[in-house]
């Protein structure tokens, strides 16, 4: 109901009787979905109601789709920047993001998007706004009304993009400048020192060597996009952004935690593992070697397919000293077997005796990053080399690589330069 509600209150539609409604063999009405999910704190529920996009794949192309979000390395480029100049760190959730953006504007002849809302979600909206039920008609049984869409709503596949470029014209109006090789990053100059912010979609995360100048910069996104609802801010030394916890509290330093995403994994993983349990290392020396054993089940296999995907999000992110076994065992998601299984389980136990680690990052200088790469030669069973690296500015890897070469390569050399 909250959800409807504040989508009602924003203008995000509005009704259409059957008669004006002429929908074309090219588009159609688009089916509304109601979803609902507990959030992390195991009690509130969380509604959203979706657009059904994938119904209008026919008819929009990938650049009328495609918006740009900041790149992982990005973010953790500027904030060992943040930690060594020592910034103080704000970030933000701009609430209800999307809804926020008008749709273009109809050229002539263009066809309106029309979502169809059926079933209970009717009787919902009349309870909030009963000149609704004036446009209530009967198909198939089941109360249905159309509304034309006025604002990008969740789930329209062109409502990213559409964000994308309303939060953008607003910062530039601000005054930022964007990056020439990340959109989503920009800078400006305030009190002759740099305003960074960087942004995935409605989550902003900004720094600057003055907290005054992080407070002005809050007022006024505020003023702009909190108007139902305030974007929520936070200050500090610690933050949480984009799953991981950024923590600024060592003089110079950036710690990249990810505790609770661990522990979740080990929670919901159907092996389970004693206090005492130990693993030393991720992966034995049959990491390279071809699986032996009977092929998984297809639950296991969904299992295997689904930890694995989860380990690349935080192999990514946190803890690069899984990489190369995570790497690995990516390239065989699609038949596992039983030995895949059994260095999967390794690696979850390792996990679990180092599941307070995480990764440390800083900088001795900003004007130099260095590249370590190298690559071992013939180790896969069909003789490919395998190429590893990592990016550094003085502590701590920034960037990982670990992945297989595409090609066989004649000596040692070879491959090595390949890897380059």
Known sequence: MKELDQLIKRSCWTPISIEKL??????????????????NDGVTIKGRCVFKGNETRDWLSREDTASPTASHEAIICTGVIDAHEGRNVMSM??????????????????????????????????????????????KNGRQVIYVVILRAIYGMLQALLLWYRNLRASLEEYGFVFNVYDPCIANMM??????TIRF??????????????????????NGRYGGLKE?????????????????YSKKGKLK????????????????????????ETPAGN???????????????????????????????????????TVANLASQVQNPNQSDWHKLVRLMRYMHSTKKWHLTLSADNLRVMKWYVDASFAVHPDFKSHTGGVMTMGGGAMQAMSKKQKLNSRSSTHGTNWSR
């Open 22 to 39: 002429k929908p074309t063999k090219r588009k159609k009405a688009v089916d509304a979905m109601m979803l609902l999910a507990e959030k």
């Open 93 to 138: 959730d701009i609430p209800n993001a999307f809804i926020q953006t008008l749709m273009p504007e109809q050229e002539e002849g263009e066809d309106r998007v029309i979502m169809k809302i059926t079933g209970l979600l009717v009787d919902y909206m009349i309870d909030l706004d009963p000149t609704y039920r004036d446009f209530v008609v009967i």
């Open 190 to 195: 305030v009190n002759e020192k740099q305003l």
């Open 200 to 221: 995935h979609v409605d989550d902003v995360l900004a720094s600057h060597m003055e907290q005054r100048v992080l407070e002005d910069f809050f007022t006024w996104i």
């Open 231 to 247: 974007v929520t801010c936070t200050h500090g030394r610690v933050h949480t952004y984009l799953g991981m916890t950024l923590d």
């Open 256 to 279: 990249i935690r990810m505790d609770d995403y661990v522990q979740r994994m080990l929670d919901e993983f159907s092996v389970k593992f004693k206090v005492d349990d130990k693993q």
């Open 286 to 324: 049959n990491l390279l070697e071809v699986g032996k054993g009977k092929l998984l089940d297809k639950d296991q296999q969904t299992e295997f397919h689904q930890f694995v995907a989860k380990h690349l999000f935080l192999t990514k992110r946190a803890r690069l000293d899984m990489h190369p």
